[in-house]
């Protein structure tokens, strides 16, 4: 399976900055998406990131906070915008290939203060 | 839809317990199935998965198996040790595979 390695691992921000998570995939993927994990909660789905073109937002979720971009089939960036406390998660990638399941980056944990 | 209900946790267990986590699931045609585990301060890894009914999916002297006429995957291990201490997450993703659908997570701790 495919290999994720996603940066920074971790960081703590000020509120009203953002900040830029990368995924750098191995081998192409037909398939990145970003998850949010909130203290104590499960995963949650923030948007599918689509190749050369805009992302698909999951309800509750908009492109002013959460920018994403995928140039290729290998790397897509998250942008946590106008960040406030109620941000601090971690923060996750994955992406799906045609010969294998999920794969995941190892996660961003953000904490804002 | 599509859904996932997992056991609540926490789980406490000592060395060499038998250990059980429940997953039901809620799908349309013929989802995957799977169970990521997260150890302390890292991102998910895939456990197990199992893609059509009947079939077993096992690692690391975890197993589960896709049951359609109960619609479970029920994750199993037989003695379970300190370092499997982690949160376990099962989930789905429908037939297209393009959708993924997580279970809450099950806290387990190992005492020695």
């Known amino acids: 399976s495919a290999v994720i390695s996603q940066k920074p691992s971790r960081d703590i921000c000020q509120r009203g900055t953002s900040l830029t998570i990368q995924c750098q995939v191995d081998?192409?993927?037909?398939?990145m998406f970003w998850y949010r994990q909130q203290p104590g909660q499960s995963l949650t789905l923030i948007a599918t990131?689509?190749?050369?073109?805009?992302?698909?937002?999951e309800s509750g979720f908009v492109i002013d906070k959460f920018p994403i971009s995928r140039p290729n089939l290998t790397f897509s960036t998250l942008t946590v915008s106008n960040m406030s406390p109620e941000d601090s998660s971690i923060y996750l990638c994955?992406?799906?290939?045609?010969?294998?399941?999920?794969?995941f980056g190892s996660g961003t944990r953000l904490t804002v203060v | 839809g599509n859904s996932v209900t997992q056991m609540e946790g926490p789980v406490t267990l000592s060395e060499e317990a038998f250990l059980t986590i429940n997953c039901t699931y809620t799908?349309?045609?013929?989802?995957?199935l799977f169970w990521y585990v997260q150890y302390p301060g890292e991102g998910l890894q895939l456990l197990l998965k199992?893609?059509?009914?009947?079939d077993k999916g096992s690692n690391k002297g975890f197993e589960a198996t896709y049951r359609k006429e109960t619609t479970s995957f029920h994750l199993e291990k037989g003695s379970v040790q300190v370092s499997d201490s982690a949160v376990y997450f099962c989930?789905?993703?429908?037939?297209?595979?393009?959708?993924?659908?997580f279970g809450t997570g099950t806290s387990l701790t190992v005492i020695p």
């Open positions: 990131a689509n190749q050369g073109s805009e992302a698909t937002y």
């Open positions: 989930a789905l993703s429908n037939s297209a595979g393009n959708q993924f659908y």
């Open positions: 199992a893609t059509k009914a009947d």
């Open positions: 994955s992406g799906q290939g045609a010969n294998y399941g999920y794969t």
């Open positions: 799908a349309t045609g013929y989802p995957s």
């Open positions: 081998s192409q993927v037909t398939m």
